[in-house]
Nanobody, 122 residues
Framework: VQLQASGGGLVQTGGFLRLSCLAS????????MGWFRQAPGKEREFVAS????????SYADTVKGRFTISRDNGKNTVYLQMNSLKPEDTAVYHC????????????????WGQGTLVTVSS
C-alpha cells in the first residue's frame, strides 16, 4: 500500500489544520493507520493511530485533547484534525499503515510516503 499525506501549511499559534492521508488501495478492516511527525534534528515520533474499521484510537500524550484522528473508508482516507497548535508541533507529518494490534512503534508501520510540512509560528 502507498500512502500520501497532504494538508500541511503555515499557521499561527492557537490555529488549526486538517491533514489527509490517501491510501492507494482499500485496506483490510483489521489494519491500523497512524500519524507520525519528525521535527528538525529529532527522531520521528508517534502522534496518533486509528483502526481502519473504526472505534479504536490512540494518541501521544503531547497531542491528546488537541488532535483528533478519523477515517473515511469510502474515500480510503485518514484525517488528522489539529487544533490549538503550538510551535512545538512544527514538523513533517507522515502517515503509515500497520497490521499490528494497537501499534505505536515506527517499526510496526509500513507504506511510508512523502510527508507534509506543518509550521506553527509563535
Amino acid at each position: 500500500v502507498q500512502l500520501q499525506a497532504s494538508g500541511g501549511g503555515l499557521v499561527q499559534t492557537g490555529g488549526f489544520l486538517r491533514l489527509s492521508c490517501l491510501a492507494s488501495e482499500r485496506l483490510f478492516s483489521s489494519y491500523f493507520m497512524g500519524w507520525f511527525r519528525q521535527a528538525p534534528g529529532k527522531e520521528r515520533e508517534f502522534v496518533a493511530s486509528i483502526k481502519w474499521s473504526g472505534g479504536s484510537t490512540s494518541y501521544a500524550d503531547t497531542v491528546k485533547g488537541r488532535f483528533t484522528i478519523s477515517r473515511d473508508n469510502g474515500k480510503n482516507t485518514v484525517y488528522l484534525q489539529m487544533n490549538s497548535l503550538k510551535p512545538e508541533d512544527t514538523a513533517v507529518y507522515h502517515c503509515a499503515a500497520s497490521e499490528v494490534l494497537r501499534p505505536r512503534q515506527e517499526s510496526q508501520f509500513r507504506g511510508w510516503g512523502q510527508g507534509t510540512l506543518v509550521t506553527v509560528s509563535s
